[in-house]
């Protein structure tokens, strides 16, 4: 008995209704919204999710459908997606099957006419390597052609026996027999007619695919045909690079002999304009894409055509942007202006940094005898051996945070102040893309202790942190480039080991300054969690949200850092981040993760959805145009697994170095010794210079206490190490929690009296923040120059 047929929908019209998708062997057949459009069939959960979350979509123009039995069926595009679905009766399945075939013939149509159309206006490929690609395809096409024709033969003749036994068949009819026979008759009649209805599906279904596998030629012809164009312009790109080298080193030999306006600036004037233009043919190619990205607070989709504009108008869709022309501008400036820089300037020769240490040893050590004893306690009250270290201080895990100063380089080059914001941001994010495998604990710094990093000479700029307090531990850093901009912070750390895990929650303002637009910015740094401290391996994450702030301009950036999650569906250390300005206007979108690259688009439409997200808040839809890369993560070394997975940066830093501070890290012994591998030694010099840091502090506070008010000299002064640090403890409770709530930090104060005043910074109110921070006060690289350390404690 055939079952009775459905209305058939037009091949335009939406198609809407419930099935039952296959999820797991957990979980089984789950209920699905699923919506037919457009060639296009997508799945939500529920129907008030169409607004903002699409679970997922698959194409029909190349997609394959297969009925199982009564109820279930399978749609399929080649491996990447499968969705095996089941209706509620043979009925409505029959009534997608059949609205599904049609949306599939239609979406077929459009995507074979687009191409044609699109071969029509592209050359044909050129060169022997796409003519023999184009011959291999088409002898395919030919194989598939000769056995289309077989398979229509073997139609015809199935056909022509089929007609001969429908006659015969229909003769059997007019003779007049038993009740039975008839009925039989006409059964066999009908399988006839059902069998030669699957032959022809058969033919079809072979057209079909030779039709698909003409249309990906074609496509196939226009890739090759870019890329054999992109492959020219990367050659003629290269040997205009080549002569410019060339005209470089012709000019520095003969710098003393001829002077500089006889260089030649034609060849400068050519090469410039040369790269231009191929930045230009580069921008021509690119389309405007979406950067697709379901994240829980907005949804990206691709921006509407109108957007799409073509030729001249794309490269100065970029030149608004400044993404392309940022980079490809400095590019040209270098290459027109450094002809002439060896007539002009005296060339210093850089110094070559190391690209190694020696390899950690492998020294067993039995972590939970340690831990056992600390659970609850502040991590910087814990007398930790040096195995759980890596040879670096504190204060030169925050110098790394300027691994990528080119970010703030391109920053300082910036006219708008809304591009500033998201290279600025790239820069927050690629701070943290050096401790992805980075376990170490890094050493407490000493009371005092500094840290310079400076690379002058190779990068333009010159870094100097200091510890200017110890309980609770804080550091201030300083940097100041060549190129523009100051960056300037000081970081207290609050720390709390949970047993399973270590949270490491950063407390403090950074800011950045730049010279040129005077735009200041500041931001706060994420929680960093530990995980596995007992049992399994160590593993870092980075958790929590970031709001970078312009005080000038009032433009904000709100990142987003999405914890781990086994049951995420995520990629993993993703950061997501809207680009606002003092409106609340979005017009970038950045997404990325913190350990590989970051990329930003551009927003053009922004609305609010029709729907309620997971956390019961309205999502925002911004259509935008392709992504632009704006950092990615520079490779480690060779043999960073036996180097404490140290990036190039990391490795330089502790190299010694003459001039320094005497209270300088590289100059701190037990730090030296860990890095020699000798770490017995390590552990008993660590150990020395935390009593004698304990032994001047307590001298310290005598003396303040002898130079109190009278109405506190009736104070018993802290004579001992233990009734220091009892003393002490409500005021570091009190500074954590003020701090956790959104309260600025208070001044560093203890239960006991300490007169101690840094050396190179001094604490100050920040005029955009009302924070109190300590501030650089300058005169460090001036007694650097001459030498004269006479005021630096001895420390060591």
Not at 127 to 146: A, D, H, I, K, P
Not at 209 to 230: C, I, T, V
Request: aromatic share 8%; hydrophobic share 30%.
């Amino acid at each position: 008995m055939s079952e009775p047929k459905a209305p058939t929908p037009a091949p335009g019209d939406t198609y809407k209704g419930w099935l039952f998708k296959w999820t797991n062997y957990i979980k089984g057949y789950q209920r699905r919204w699923f919506v037919l459009s457009n060639g296009l069939l997508s799945y939500y959960r529920t129907q008030a999710e169409m607004g903002h979350t699409c679970r997922g979509t698959i194409n029909l123009a190349t997609a394959n459908i297969a009925v199982e039995d009564s109820c279930n069926f399978v749609i399929s595009n080649g491996g990447t997606q499968t969705y095996h679905l089941k209706a509620s009766s043979e009925v409505e399945r029959q009534r997608w099957i059949t609205a599904l075939e049609l949306a599939k013939a239609k979406a077929f149509r459009m995507q074979a006419e687009s191409d044609d159309s699109g071969d029509e206006s592209s050359p044909p490929a050129a060169g022997q390597g796409g003519g023999s690609r184009n011959s291999e395809v088409q002898s395919t096409l030919r194989t598939l052609g000769s056995k289309v024709e077989d398979l229509s033969t073997c139609n015809d003749l199935i056909a022509k026996h089929g007609s001969a036994l429908q006659r015969s068949l229909s003769e059997l009819e007019g003779v007049r027999l038993e009740g039975q026979t008839s009925e039989k008759i006409r059964q066999v009649t009908e399988r006839a007619t059902l069998f030669r209805i699957t032959s022809n599906a058969m033919i079809n279904a072979c057209r079909d695919f030779l039709s698909l596998a003409q249309a990906h030629s074609k496509r196939w012809q226009k890739a090759l045909q870019a890329e054999r164009e992109q492959r020219v312009r990367l050659e003629e790109t290269l040997e205009q690079l080549a002569k410019q080298h060339n005209h470089l080193e012709r000019a520095f030999r003969g710098a003393t002999v001829l002077p500089p306006s006889q260089s030649n600036p034609a060849i400068d004037n050519k090469g410039s304009a040369q790269v231009k233009g191929d930045a230009s043919d580069e921008d021509d190619e690119n389309e405007f894409f979406d950067a697709c990205e379901d994240v829980q607070e907005f949804i990206t989709v691709p921006a509407d055509p109108k957007y799409h504009r073509s030729g001249s108008n794309v490269s100065g869709i970029s030149s608004e942007l400044g993404m392309d022309d940022g980079t490809t501008s400095l590019d040209e400036q270098s290459l027109a202006s450094n002809p002439e820089s060896p007539q002009s300037q005296e060339v210093v020769p850089v110094r070559k940094r190391r690209t190694r240490i020696p390899d950690k040893p492998n020294y067993s050590l039995n972590l939970w005898s340690i831990m056992k004893n600390c659970i609850g306690k502040e991590l910087s009250k814990i007398p930790m051996p040096v195995n759980f270290n890596e040879p670096l201080s504190m204060l030169q895990r925050l110098s790394e945070d300027l691994e990528y100063y080119e970010l703030l380089d391109r920053a300082a080059k910036c006219h708008n102040s809304l591009e500033q914001m998201c290279y600025v941001a790239a820069f927050t994010v690629s701070s943290y893309s050096t401790t992805v495998h980075r376990t170490g604990k890094p050493f407490n710094p000493l009371l005092g202790e500094t840290f310079e990093l400076d690379r002058l000479q190779e990068s333009g700029y010159r870094s100097l942190c200091e510890q200017v307090s110890h309980h609770p531990p804080a550091a201030a850093h300083h940097a100041i480039s060549e190129r523009g901009w100051t960056l300037r912070q000081e970081i207290a750390l609050a720390s709390k080991f949970r047993g399973k895990y270590l949270s490491i929650m950063p407390l403090g303002s950074i800011h950045c300054i730049f010279e040129k637009s005077n735009n200041h910015y500041t931001w706060k740094k994420v929680t960093t969690t530990v995980h596995n401290i007992i049992v399994g391996k160590l593993w870092i994450d980075q958790s929590g949200e970031i709001d970078v702030v312009n005080h000038k301009t009032g433009d904000r950036c709100h990142l987003k850092f999405a914890p781990y999650s086994y049951f995420s569906r995520d990629v993993a250390r993703k950061v997501t981040g809207v680009v606002t300005d003092k409106d609340g206007k979005a017009h970038y979108v950045l997404s990325g993760t913190w350990d590989e690259k970051m990329e930003c688009s551009r927003v053009m439409q922004s609305s609010r959805g029709g729907e309620n997200g997971a956390e019961g808040r309205q999502k925002t839809v911004y259509q935008t145009l392709k992504a632009k890369e704006l950092w990615r993560k520079t490779p480690l070394p060779d043999g960073a697994e036996n180097m404490y997975y140290f990036s190039t940066l990391a490795l330089t830093l502790n190299e010694p170095e003459e001039g320094v501070a005497p209270t300088d890290s590289r100059r701190r012994p037990d730090q030296r010794l860990m890095e020699q591998g000798r770490w017995e030694e390590a552990n008993a010099e660590k150990q020395r210079l935390e009593e004698k840091q304990r032994t001047v502090r307590r001298e310290r506070e005598r003396e303040a206490n002898r130079s109190a008010s009278p109405s506190e000299e009736g104070k018993e002064p802290a004579d001992g190490a233990e009734e220091v640090e009892i003393a002490s403890e409500p005021a570091e409770t009190t500074y954590k929690t003020e701090t956790l709530h959104g309260s600025h930090p208070p001044a560093y104060s203890s239960g006991h009296q300490d007169n101690y005043k840094a050396m190179w910074f001094e604490r100050r109110v920040d005029p955009s923040t009302g924070e109190p921070t300590n501030i650089y006060r300058g005169g460090y690289w001036e007694a650097k120059d001459q030498g004269n350390w006479d005021s630096c404690p001895d420390i060591f």
